[in-house]
């Protein structure tokens, strides 16, 4: 038979057991949270140029690495050389920027959430 203080014990053990797994659950969707939140990039996103023209986000040959390169729609022209990325279907906001060159493109339509923004 337990004593008081033997159940007191327990029960305090088992409540730092029980925060300690909140807090790795918090840190996990804190994480997923992030990942959401962040603006990934992926081949067949389209964007809008500095001249109202539209363009693509395209993969550029079949072997490792991975290169995108913005294509425009009306021509077929290459904005700028291809870029080598790591995942093509979460090419992060620093692998866009460096595909960019320094030039703005905005977004109006993403592929993988099916979003249209005109």
């Known amino acids: 038979m337990m004593t008081e203080q ?4 327990a029960q305090i053990e088992q ?3 029980d925060q300690h797994k909140l807090k790795e659950e918090r840190e996990r969707l804190q994480g ?12 067949g996103d389209r964007f ?4 109202s023209e539209k363009w693509i986000l395209s993969y550029q040959g079949s072997k490792r ?5 913005m294509v425009c729609l009306r021509d077929g022209t290459r904005h700028h050389n291809a870029f080598s ?3 093509t279907r ?10 960019c060159d320094g030039h703005i493109f905005r977004r109006y ?4 959430k099916g979003l249209k923004n005109d």
């Open 15 to 17: 409540n730092d057991t």
């Open 6 to 9: 033997e159940k007191l014990k």
């Open 32 to 43: 997923t949270l992030d990942k959401l939140r962040t603006p990934y990039y992926s081949i």
């Open 109 to 112: 339509w993403d592929i993988k």
């Open 85 to 87: 990325v790591m995942n």
């Open 90 to 99: 979460e090419i992060t906001p620093e692998e866009f920027n460096a595909i």
């Open 65 to 69: 690495p991975s290169f995108v390169s």
């Open 48 to 51: 809008i140029g500095k001249w």
